[in-house]
């Protein structure tokens, strides 16, 4: 220690003084702008452990720097180098005056001489690494590729020469004091002693190297004591309560839920809520809480936001990283003004500093600075005019500070170019909340102003009137139910209760009204089926879930529709347990509403995405897929999807699964590009710059490559507002070249179901595949049928007694919806003397009064009189059965079968000429089946045609089934007609033209009273006696009335019976089990061929081909 020494020391230690100061005060100045803003509410602060885990492994591991690699690492450095060294620092306070000092008890331990070494290397090399990128990235040319563009240079470059100061400062102390005094260790000192060989032995340069370290340090604090507005320097002190109080306690950005509107820390009710109390949304930048103003406060300029958002890579006035500075600015510019007590009405007029008359104070208002009075007078959204997002500097031309030379804070375009897509706030690194404060700028325009973009004033009133942004009828919600061919149960139609079902399947207003949404719905619902899930669907009480209104801004439209689907939710739900309460949905942002914002309105159920469904499906070998050869497939991330909720590996693990080659796109994951639909910009148009969804249409035929060959490419994704907005793109960037038609966008549910599609070798319907099982025994004969009295017989005979019915389509007796109760026809005993009409001839499935999916249940049909056999008939050998082998009185899957109906036995006289000459008249070419050879068909979904009182009294029918009806596929009914004098025209020329030609199997070729899948069949009736070959069994009498509604003709006239079709080659079929249960139903076929598809015969066409 020395004179000078101590001078110098003494010198610095004055100096430091003042700079503290200097900094304290800017503190406390902070501490009083933060505080202007409104409460918060309790959450932010508890719970504490967690808040603090976070914070510290935040700090500790750099989790959020990490994102960019080499960045994150030198900054590591850096920020270790500043906080572990601030006890270095202080030691030289006691180094400037005496150079031997040392802390004592460890300052001289080979630890500590260690951690000096490190962090000084340390705090150098990080450093130097952030300058170079700081300078390799300059916003020079051109400027929008740059994060930095729009930051202020000053502060950041005054900033890092501080830091290498200290760093320098930390190993040339080191260094002096080794050349000085020769103490040293070549572990612990390994490189200052390299330096300590250049530097001379004085103990005068230790204490000037220490002031210099000192001095460093102290500058900084004085130079950011007056700039209170330095980011990029106050956030190594603001970070660590930013990341504290951030929004979610378990440590996640603030992403998926919205935040609430709030006003004084509490949740507003739009009911009860008063504008002239509380504030909707932020029309003033008081109106922000003061956590969003640490958001300003903390932001470090460092650009990341700005990188990775879509609207400023697209040449959109918006960028995140300017909205933040420009909110930062003006809040500090305006604090001396709400500090006096300054406040303004919406209409601009002064109401704070006034007297109790309401007189303006002017004296207190000319004390606050000219610049913080003018700032107080500009809008925070409009029609900006100063530099782009507000930035720094608030002077007009002529260096007055005029707010209406300036403009407003956010310009509208700003405003409104945000797609809410996250990719600002994922990459954060000190967790500023930039897409909360957007939508609450857009509340108060929507709710207050009423000032936005023209294109959402439909959306509003769509979603107001119809329930939907389309603007389309509620009605039209199930009309893709009707293009399936798969029962798809409606709650409130079909089904009133959610007992038996797994999920209810959310269809969204995408996926019920756009064309190429609903492509992604079928695929989904036919998956589900396939994998045996039992799903229901909303219908008409489906509402759309807000998220667009919520996201524009609409908050009161938004809880308006949330609280009308929570009421239909609850009521579908009532009897369900919470952990029942599942939903799948395939739009990621009906997933993030009705998963993460819903709750916030007290209704919480188990939300799952379609990916992670069906990824879990094919996990448990519920659905198996086959891989196709070298598709080339590449993956956009939906951001309400992938960024909001995280969901990044169901959908990939689905290509892979399904065979796709993957190749990822540059942007994917959590950087992954936004296709420009979320924020509501879905129904905006984009004026200014590149469009969005062309940028990344871009990205993604750059990244499949050649797209002029043969094979078509797909860009896969998982939500339909990208896939609309994706196709789009395509559209327009192939439309007129080589590439047209050779890149398609399709969902992954798609590729999915192409690929389980493509190794299915059994007919899959109704959640049960059909498929090779081990054959059934064989029946037992049943025993011959009693006698009856030959006048009886002829009796019977004589008569227009009903011959039996001949089964169409599933061939299902009194077939219900799925979960509704079942029909109970009383039987009734018809006198022998009456005549029993005919019956009408099944349609659709062939279910007796069959209805569709969906439709009200059909009144039950009049009661039938079993029809004695004749005693001379021997019975008919039963025949094979075909199709899906299904016994009548089907049941929809899970319900309790029906008690099997009796069989009657089969009529002996069948061959009469009688029988014969009740045939209906058959056309001399009878109409060829359609679809699924449906009579008079109806697609599924349609409501079934409720037949006339005359067709209800037509008459008693007979249930007696013949058993080779049975066993037949059953042809189309005859032509209807109105009176029983017609059955005698055409009776002969009805027999020669069945003989001649058979009539070819219709609808799924199933033999009557077969049941459908996932019904528990009757028990099988035994056969009867084998009949002569040659006899064939009476045709179908025509039916008395037909039905008032039907207006077209019933297709032509019915084959005999006896006339097996050619595929079966009279080879005997075991008769199906009768036990019906479990998901492996088979039909077990001999001879030469088996039953393919949906068991039509050899010949036939396939539904829906030519």
Not at 391 to 407: H, M
Not at 409 to 436: F, M, R, Y
Not at 644 to 663: F, I
Request: charged share 25%; with cysteine.
């Amino acid at each position: 220690m020395t004179a000078t020494t101590i001078a110098i020391g003494t010198t610095a230690a004055v100096i430091s003084l003042f700079c503290w100061y200097l900094f304290l005060g800017g503190v406390v100045r902070m501490f009083r702008t933060i505080k202007l803003g409104q409460k918060v509410d309790s959450s932010r602060f508890w719970p504490v452990l967690p808040r603090l885990g976070t914070m510290i492994k935040e700090f500790i591991a750099h989790t959020r720097m990490v994102k960019f690699r080499t960045v994150g690492w030198a900054h590591w450095l850096v920020m270790i180098g500043f906080m572990g060294g601030a006890l270095l620092w202080f030691e030289a306070y006691g180094q400037s005056i005496n150079p031997e000092f040392h802390w004592p008890l460890f300052g001289d331990t080979f630890a500590w001489h260690l951690w000096d070494e490190l962090l000084g290397i340390g705090t150098v090399v990080g450093i130097m690494v952030l300058i170079v990128i700081r300078q390799l990235n300059h916003p020079r040319v051109p400027e929008r590729i740059s994060r930095f563009s729009g930051s202020r240079f000053g502060a950041a470059y005054f900033v890092e020469a501080v830091v290498l100061l200290e760093g320098l400062g930390m190993i040339l102390v080191k260094a002096s004091k080794i050349a000085t005094y020769h103490h040293s260790n070549a572990y612990s000192d390994f490189f200052t002693m390299q330096v300590a060989k250049i530097l001379p032995e004085s103990p005068t340069l230790v204490s000037i190297f220490a002031v210099i370290k000192l001095m460093s340090g102290m500058v900084w604090l004085a130079v950011v004591g007056l700039n209170t507005d330095w980011g990029v320097a106050w956030h190594r002190f603001s970070a660590f309560f930013n990341i504290y109080f951030k929004r979610e306690a378990d440590g996640g950005v603030a992403l998926g839920a919205a935040k609430p509107m709030m006003s004084q820390g509490k949740v507003l009710d739009m009911e009860t809520a008063d504008p002239d109390v509380d504030a909707f949304g932020a029309g003033k930048i008081e109106d922000f809480s003061w956590k969003g103003w640490l958001d300003f406060s903390t932001c470090t300029e460092c650009g990341r936001c700005q990188s990775q958002c879509p609207a400023w890579n697209t040449g959109k006035p918006l960028s995140p990283k300017l909205l933040i500075m420009s909110l930062r600015d003006h809040g500090n510019a305006k604090a001396p003004y709400l500090m006096a007590g300054g406040r303004k009405d919406m209409g601009g007029d002064e109401v704070g500093l006034v007297d109790a008359d309401g007189n303006v104070l002017e004296d207190k208002l000319n004390a606050i600075p000219e610049a913080a009075r003018a700032e107080a007078s500009r809008k925070l959204v409009g029609e900006s005019k100063g530099r782009l997002g507000g930035g720094e500097g608030l002077e007009s031309a002529d260096g007055e500070f005029d707010p209406e030379a300036l403009g407003a804070v956010i310009d509208t375009e700003t405003l409104w170019s945000c797609t809410t897509c996250g990719a600002c706030v994922e990459q954060c690194p000190v967790d500023i909340e930039h897409v909360d404060h957007i939508l609450d700028m857009r509340r108060y325009q929507v709710l207050i102003e009423s000032d936005f973009p023209t294109e959402l004033a439909g959306m509003f009133k769509n979603l107001e009137n119809k329930g939907n942004p389309w603007g389309q009828n509620a009605s039209a919600r199930t009309a893709w139910i009707d293009e399936m061919d798969i029962e798809i149960p409606v709650f409130g139609k079909d089904v009133e209760s959610f007992e038996g079902f797994e999920y209810l399947f959310w269809v969204g207003c995408a996926g019920a009204y756009e064309d190429r949404a609903k492509k992604t719905t079928k695929a989904v619902a036919e998956l589900l089926d396939m994998a045996a899930v039992n799903f229901m669907v909303l219908g008409e009480g489906e509402t759309c879930t807000g998220d667009s209104a919520r996201r524009a801004g609409n908050e009161f439209l938004f809880q308006m529709l949330a609280q009308q689907n929570i009421e239909m939710l609850g009521e579908v739900f009532s009897t369900a347990p919470e952990q029942r309460k599942k939903v799948v949905v395939t739009c990621a942002h009906c997933f993030n509403a009705l998963g993460n914002e819903y709750p916030q309105l007290g209704a919480k159920y188990e939300v799952v995405h379609h990916t992670q469904l069906l990824n879990r499906l094919v996990r448990e070998k519920r659905l198996v897929p086959v891989a196709p050869l070298g598709e080339g497939v590449t993956y956009h991330d939906p951001c309400y999807l992938g960024r909001h909720n995280k969901v990044y590996d169901a959908p990939r693990e689905l290509m892979g699964a399904a065979g796709s080659t993957l190749t990822e796109m540059p942007r994917h994951g959590e950087r992954s590009m936004c296709c420009g639909a979320g924020g509501a910009r879905m129904w905006m148009e984009e004026q200014i710059g590149k469009r969005i969804n062309l940028d990344r249409v871009d990205e993604a035929l750059d990244t499949l490559g050649d797209t002029t060959g043969d094979q078509v490419k797909k860009v896969a994704t998982g939500c339909p507002f990208c896939r609309v907005m994706l196709t789009d793109g395509v559209t327009a960037r192939t439309s007129g070249t080589e590439s047209e038609g050779k890149v398609e966008v399709v969902d992954v549910a798609q590729l999915l179901l192409d690929s389980v599609k493509r190794g299915s070798t059994e007919v899959k319907l109704g959640g049960r595949f059909l498929g090779p099982r081990p054959s059934a025994p064989e029946p037992e004969p049943e025993p011959e049928p009693e006698k009856v009295p030959a006048a009886a017989a002829a009796a019977a005979t004589a008569t227009t007694e009903a011959a039996p019915k001949p089964k169409v389509g599933l061939g299902m007796k009194g077939g219900k919806k799925p979960g509704a109760a079942a029909k109970t026809a009383a039987p009734a005993e018809a006198p022998a003397e009456a005549p029993a009409e005919k019956k009408p001839a099944s349609k659709g499935f062939g279910m007796k009064g069959g209805k569709k999916p969906g439709a009200a249940a059909a009144a039950p049909a009049a009661a039938s009189a079993p029809a004695e056999a004749p005693a001379e008939a021997p019975a008919e050998k039963k025949p094979a059965s075909k199709g899906f082998g299904m016994k009548g009185g089907a049941k929809r899957p899970g319900a309790a079968s029906k008690p099997a109906a009796t069989a009657a036995p089969a009529p002996a006289e069948a061959e009469s000429s009688e029988a014969v000459k009740a045939e209906a008249p058959a056309a001399e070419k009878p109409a060829k089946a359609k679809g699924f050879g449906m009579a008079a068909g109806k697609r599924p979904g349609q409501k079934t045609a409720t037949p006339n009182a005359a067709a209800a009294d037509a008459g008693v029918t007979a249930p007696a089934e013949s058993k080779v009806a049975e066993a037949e596929s059953a042809p189309d009914a005859a032509p209807t007609v109105d009176t029983e004098s017609a059955t005698a025209t055409a009776a002969t020329g009805t027999a020669a033209a069945t003989e001649e030609k058979p009539a070819k199997a219709k609808g799924f070729g199933m033999a009557a009273g077969k049941k459908r899948p996932g019904g528990i069949g009757k028990a099988a009736p035994k056969p009867a006696a084998e009949a002569p070959a040659a006899e064939a069994p009476a045709p179908a009498a025509p039916e008395a009335e037909a039905p008032a509604e039907e207006t077209e003709a019933t297709p032509a006239a019915e084959a005999p019976a006896a006339e097996a079709p050619a595929e079966t080659n009279g080879a005997e079929v075991p008769a199906p089990s009768s036990n019906g249960s479990g998901d492996a139903r088979t039909i077990a076929e001999t001879g030469a061929s088996k039953a393919k598809g949906f068991g039509i015969a050899a010949g036939k066409k396939r539904p829906g081909h030519q």
